[in-house]
């Protein structure tokens, strides 16, 4: 097979659909678009209709963007990775199961077409633990896995609505954790008793104290008796709503890292802003300085292409 000297990257999640066209050997996006059109909006159009099956409807919609994006018609490879492979999308495939090697080969990848496109499609699964599943943080892993030790131990920081945490070993990813943190400060903060306690400020010097003070009890394992306290403190104490807002940030953050408390491998924290310094300055509290090895936001954003070239050159 010719090595095409560019691709197309589909990251398609939840909630948003993003396209990059790429050059290869540099890794340089030529031009990108994101559309809101998200796996769960497309699967409520595909209900509300039914002239196609899921796989069509989902495929002519990708190819329509596709389209847009290239005009290099069908000779493009398209890989394509997130939701895009869950029982909600183009195509359901497995879990692929750990452990993972760090150049992606061991995904379950299959190839599909796009309705009226004849492009290649490479799509890609998720990836499973007895107890756990994640689709799209795995490829962030594989992209970021370039500036992981070659040899030795390591724990993978990825903050988000779902944090992963995950386990390296000279050259697998063997295991992983999720933490629901982002979406549990988006639920006490907007939809609890708490609503009125808090308020959305940006980060400064005087934020600091309040936030590490609940990254302290979140290590503590007091989650749970220290967030009605925050609603307590701000009738008993009239404590600012903007402190709250940082405290209950570090509380739940602090819930998070109390397993890296106890852990004396190297953590990586690749985190875009403005999370990574908050969790910077939370792994500063929880563990040594000499652990603590942060990824370079550029460097997090440029992973999932990353890791679609390393698995597309698995393919050829």
């Given at each position: 097979m010719v090595r095409e000297a560019l691709f197309i990257s589909v990251d398609w999640g939840t909630s948003n659909c993003r396209l990059r066209l790429v050059e290869r050997s540099s890794l340089r996006i030529l031009t990108e678009m994101k559309t809101e059109v998200g796996i769960r909006q497309c699967y409520e159009g595909f209900q509300s209709q039914k002239d196609q099956d899921q796989e069509s409807f989902f495929g002519q919609y990708l190819a329509t963007q596709v389209r847009r994006l290239s005009g290099y018609g069908d000779k493009l490879t398209i890989v394509l990775s997130g939701m895009a492979s869950a029982?909600?999308?183009?195509?359901?495939?497995?879990?692929?199961?750990?452990?993972?090697?760090?150049?992606?080969?061991?995904?379950?990848?299959?190839e599909t077409a796009l309705n009226t496109l004849s492009n290649r499609c490479l799509l890609i699964s998720g990836v499973r633990a007895s107890q756990d599943v994640m689709r799209g943080e795995e490829i962030q892993a594989v992209g970021l896995s370039e500036y992981l030790p070659v040899d030795g131990e390591a724990i993978l920081l990825l903050p988000g609505t779902h944090s992963k945490h995950l386990s390296y070993s000279s050259g697998d990813f063997h295991a992983f954790s999720t933490f629901m943190t982002g979406e549990l400060f988006e639920v006490l903060s907007q939809h609890t008793i708490l609503v009125n306690s808090l308020e959305k400020t940006a980060w400064d010097d005087n934020s600091k104290g309040p936030f590490l003070d609940g990254v302290r009890a979140g290590v503590d394992g007091r989650l749970t008796r220290e967030l009605f306290g925050i609603r307590a403190g701000a009738i008993l104490s009239s404590t600012a709503p903007h402190l709250n807002y940082f405290y209950l940030s570090g509380l739940l953050i602090g819930d998070e890292l109390r397993s890296i408390a106890r852990d004396p491998r190297p953590v990586f924290l690749a985190a875009s802003k403005p999370l990574d310094q908050l969790y910077l300055t939370a792994l500063a509290e929880v563990i040594d300085d000499n652990q603590i090895h942060c990824i370079h936001p550029e460097a997090v954003e440029q992973a999932l292409i990353l890791a679609h070239a390393k698995i597309l050159a698995t393919h050829e």
């Open positions: 029982n909600i999308g183009l195509k359901e495939l497995e879990y692929a199961a750990l452990p993972i090697r760090a150049s992606g080969e061991n995904l379950i990848t299959e």
